[in-house]
């Protein structure tokens, strides 16, 4: 008898906890509407006046880097490197490059890989899209990869540092970088300038998005469940 009461009454406390969760829960899902149509999102008054003068600064610079080989693989015919590129403010970037060989004089379309927030890029990567005849970039950008050996803010710092100025902020960099490694496909002398290519998922994504627009040799951009893109609709969410 004294079980069944004390089972009567850890029931009866669990449906009064339960029951005022609910009406807490409802409360916020019923006030949300309301937050979200308080959230306005302004943009830089200089916005694309910004971005043109970085890009044409970007088309000025010299592409300077070096490429190491990695590996041969005499079976495909594919030359795999070690890139050092530099960015747009002297950042040594790391990567991969990859290409075919075997055919004299013959050009590849370029491919632009762009990873996520804090992964990297690696040698396969760029190596799966040479076997399919595509001269492929697989990029570290700053604070991601073997790049954090020269620029390390760390997780999450990453995402905001240097935000108070526009000049500054990590993540103009990281898309500065982004066009800086596809000005590199778009010099190399056995890719077809005219056959640019980017993909990424996440920040590549997002990244993505932004070259395909800005880049005019970029004539396809393949974007994976884009990140940190089209933050006027993503805010009230």
Request: proline share 4%.
């Amino acid at each position: 008898m004294h079980a069944n009461k004390n089972n009567i009454v850890l029931i009866a406390v669990s449906f009064v906890v339960i029951f005022v969760a609910g009406i807490f829960l409802y409360t916020y899902i019923v006030s949300v509407p309301k937050i979200r149509k308080n959230i306005t999102v302004t943009r830089y008054r200089r916005f694309k006046k910004f971005w043109h003068g970085m890009y044409n600064n970007l088309n000025e610079e010299r592409i300077v880097y070096t490429l190491q080989p990695l590996y041969d693989d005499k079976t495909d015919k594919i030359e795999t490197y070690n890139l050092t590129l530099n960015s747009y403010d002297g950042l040594k970037l790391r990567g991969y490059f990859a290409i075919p060989y075997g055919v004299v004089g013959k050009k590849y379309p370029g491919v632009l890989l762009l990873h996520g927030y804090s992964s990297y890029g690696t040698p396969g990567w760029a190596h799966f899209f040479a076997m399919r005849g595509y001269g492929a970039l697989s990029i570290d950008l700053r604070g991601h990869g073997r790049s954090r050996a020269v620029y390390n803010p760390g997780f999450p710092g990453l995402m905001t540092d240097g935000i108070l100025h526009i000049r500054t902020f990590s993540m103009v960099k990281i898309i500065m970088d982004s066009l800086t490694s596809l000005k590199f496909l778009e010099h190399f002398k056995k890719i077809n300038h005219k056959f640019i290519f980017v993909t990424g998922g996440s920040m590549g994504g997002g990244l993505s998005l932004i070259d395909a627009a800005m880049d005019r040799h970029v004539v396809a951009s393949a974007a994976d469940v884009p990140f940190l893109s089209d933050i006027p609709v993503q805010m009230p969410l």
